[in-house]
Each structure stands twice: as C-alpha cells, then as structure tokens.
C-alpha cells in the first residue's frame, strides 16, 4: 500500500517535470522567434532590388551570373581575378573628382554617407557588405567607375584627355555585361548622386546617358528612349533600366485568380504547323522608337502565329537569363515578361533541330 502510494507521487512527480519541461520548451521558442522577429522590417525586404541569384538558376549557368571584368557590388569584391579592374576605378575616381572645381573626396564621401542606409536596404544579403566604412569606399570606388565609364561611352570624356577604356575595345564589351548582372548592381540613386555632384550645365542626366549605352550595348529590338519619360525615381538599378525599355507600352492586365487551364501545355511549332499554323516573324523590321516591345510582337490570329525574332550574340544568354532571375526574385516586377516569354519559346521549340530550321529561315 505505501509503495503504491509512492509510486503514485513520483509519477504525478514526473508528469509535473515532464509538463514543466514542456512549458520552457514552448517559451523559449517563442522567446527566440520574438527576438527574430525585433529585426523583421517589412520595408526593408520590399526595398530589396539587388538579389543573390537563387541557387536552381545559378546551377544551370554559374558563368552568366557571374562577372568577368570587374565587380560594382558587394557580392563579388572579394573574387581575386577581378583584382585588376581595381586600378582603373581609382583612374576614373580621379577622373570624377576633377570635373568640378572646388570639388574633394571628402564631400563626396560626406553626400554617400547620406544615402548610406537607404542603399544598404537595397541588397538582398548584408552579411558581404563589411562596415560602414568599407560599404561608402565600395558606393564611392564603385559608383565613380560607373557613372564615369558610361560617360566615357557617350563620348564625354574632359576636353583634352583620352579614353582611360577605349570604347571599341574588347573590355569595354566585357564590363557592360558585367554591368547587365543582377548580382553586380548598384542603386540607381547612388549613381545619379554621384553624376549630379559634377554634372556640367550642358550635360545631358544620367539616365538619357545609360539610356544611349542600352541601346547600344544591349541588343533586343523595339528598346526606345520614351520608356524613360519620367522614371528617374523608379528606376532601381541597371538591370532594371534594360528591363523597362524591353517591357515598354505594356499595359497591366486584369487581375485575374488563377486558372488551371493555365498548366495545359502548348503544342509545340511541328503540331501548330500539323494543324495547319502558319508563321510569319517579327522584331528586326521594326523601327526603334516604333512603340511596340518585344512582347507585343506574339499574336495569334486567324491561323497566322506572329513570332518576334532578334538576334542571338555572344551576350545575349547572360542579360536574359539575369532579366528572368530579377523578374522571379522582385516584388516590384508584377508582370513576368521574360519569364512567359522563356516559357512560351521553350514549349514553341522543343528540339535542337527544330531551333535549327527557325535559324536557317532567318537567315
């Protein structure tokens, strides 16, 4: 009987302990994701517009994600074979900094200072970025070398100095792709900051200035320069300046809830032609400045499938596949046009032989 009784009080002792235990383990764990949950910001995760690229899209092409010449950003300025990019960013430093009269590095700095902890809300991964020190010396270092090279490209260059890159250069190609990655970005503010500090009185603004290197460097049809028509504020990095003249004249569409039918498949360009489909392209007869994009250049109609056709260059694969990886990871993109664009041409040419024939044919 007395050791039933204590065997009795030791398990209503246990169960005390073991709901005790219990208790601890659930207030910790709400103490921890209450302590995580003090650094959550909300407008700080929507304010990000410079992302890592995911790993399912960096797997199937490292290379295009990745720059060859130079590094503008904090991800990547700590690769050593881009160390030698490193001397011509203090000559165009050098180059920025005598532009104005009266103009020193210690004002410069004192106006980044300003932007600093709105640029740090830009980019996706802050653990990179150093100290605050390091961050102002990259948006300096780096900020000066962009806005001075795309200077250089426009042929402003001060009276009586040469090229410090020659525009017809084979470097001067390699660092506009680096420009073009999503992952070697700077906020577009910081640049026009910098561009205004020693922009002269007849000096075009920076944004009509990248808008002339796009449409140089960047080889898609239809890109114009109304797209930029009161976007200064919006634009958010260089990336997105090339998204906005590809995506222009598009209209938002209704907001509709999703359909499954969406997940049926497209017959490929053999079953439409088995059908009876005939195609006909589009893209390289069209005019810049005429104002349709890319993406209005698909249409179906009465058994004629218009499809836009451009041409395919060394850089080509790495601008699009990092216009695709900025419309998946920004909550700013709302309407994926390179995405449906990918999708629609993967389901249209579904064979190297099939992607072959549509080549000769534009030939």
Same mark, same amino acid.
């Given at each position: 009987m007395i050791c039933r009784k204590i065997y009795h009080q030791n398990s209503g002792l246990?169960?005390?302990?073991?709901? =005790?235990? &219990? =208790?601890?383990?659930?207030?910790?764990?709400?103490?921890?994701?209450?302590?995580?949950?003090?650094?959550?910001?909300?407008?700080s995760i929507k304010s990000r517009t410079i992302f890592k690229v995911n790993v399912s899209l960096r797997k199937s092409n490292p290379s295009a994600y990745t720059p060859k010449m130079v590094s503008i950003d904090p991800y990547h300025r700590k690769n050593p074979q881009l160390g030698s990019m490193e001397n011509y960013k203090l000559l165009y430093l050098r180059r920025f900094l005598q532009? &104005?009269?009266?103009?020193?590095? &210690?004002?410069?700095?004192?106006?980044?200072e300003k932007l600093k902890e709105e640029a740090l809300k830009c980019y996706d991964d802050i653990e990179d970025l150093g100290n605050d020190s390091q961050f102002c010396q990259m948006l300096l270092l780096d900020g000066c070398f962009v806005v001075e090279f795309i200077r250089e490209? !426009?042929?402003? !260059?001060?009276e009586g100095e040469e090229e410090i890159i020659s525009f017809a250069s084979y470097i001067c190609y390699q660092i506009f792709r680096d420009l073009m990655l999503l992952e070697n970005q700077l906020p577009f503010f910081v640049l026009n900051k910098l561009h205004d500090m020693t922009k002269q009185d007849d000096e075009l603004?920076?944004?009509?200035?990248?808008?002339?290197?796009?449409?140089?460097?960047?080889?898609?049809?239809?890109?114009?320069?109304e797209s930029f028509k009161n976007t200064k504020d919006s634009i958010k990095h260089l990336l997105?300046?090339?998204?906005?003249?590809? !995506?222009? =004249?598009?209209?938002?569409?209704?907001?509709?809830?999703?359909d499954i039918k969406r997940n049926k498949v497209m017959p490929n360009a053999?079953?439409?032609?088995?059908?009876?489909?005939?195609?006909? &392209?589009? =893209?390289?007869?069209?005019k810049l400045g005429d104002k349709t994009s890319l993406f209005d250049s698909i249409k179906f109609e009465n058994g004629l499938m218009t499809i836009p056709c451009f041409r395919v260059y060394d850089g080509t694969e790495t601008i699009l596949r990092n216009l695709i990886a900025y419309e998946q990871q920004s909550s700013d993109v709302q309407y994926k046009y390179f995405i449906d664009f990918a999708a629609f041409m993967d389901h249209f040419i579904d064979s190297k032989k099939m992607s072959v024939c549509f080549a000769r044919k534009e030939s």
């Open positions: 246990r169960q005390t302990i073991e709901e =005790g235990r &219990k =208790g601890y383990h659930l207030s910790d764990i709400e103490e921890r994701i209450n302590e995580m949950n003090k650094d959550l910001d909300n407008s532009r &104005k009269e009266g103009f020193d590095m &210690k004002s410069c700095i004192r106006e980044l490209c !426009c042929e402003m !260059c001060p603004p920076l944004l009509l200035l990248v808008n002339d290197s796009i449409i140089f460097f960047v080889d898609l049809p239809n890109m114009i320069s997105h300046a090339v998204h906005i003249a590809s !995506c222009h =004249g598009q209209h938002p569409k209704k907001n509709l809830k999703y053999t079953e439409l032609s088995q059908a009876g489909v005939s195609f006909v &392209k589009a =893209g390289l007869h069209v």
